[in-house]
């Protein structure tokens, strides 16, 4: 990873960096975030409730298709799994985190292989650049499920 003129914060107790340049965060794009062609910098912008911990689940203990089902089954609107790896990740000097141990955020607990995308540098114009960065990667990858020809 590169130096930055900031630090991120600590790693609670319970968080795990993840380590593995291979490791692939999946991330569930709105529909409304896909043009038909592109996945938006929005599909990776955060909400207050997020505190700069954007949700996702790392490849090595959850599918594509499963991170696809999870959040089916949480309810929430999902066109498909996109991905960026750990590489992409640290080329926008930010991080991947394993929450997975920490407490959930509510008693339907939290689904396999929940990781998060730290977004909590104090760098405004740097997150807005890492998040088209991040889309455009992702865009590039290509939708991991459900398949192209099923969507």
Known sequence: MTAASWELPDLEPCEELIEDEDEIYFRQVNPKYFDGVEVSAQAFDTSSKDAGKLSGARSSEQTAEGAYNDRIAM?????GTWG???RDVWAELSRLVDDSSCPPPDERG????HCYLDQRMPDRPHRRQMRINLARVATQKGRLHPP????
């Open 84 to 86: 960026v790896d750990a």
């Open 148 to 151: 192209e020809s099923e969507g």
């Open 110 to 113: 939290w689904p396999q292989g």
């Open 75 to 79: 309810g929430g609107p999902t066109l």
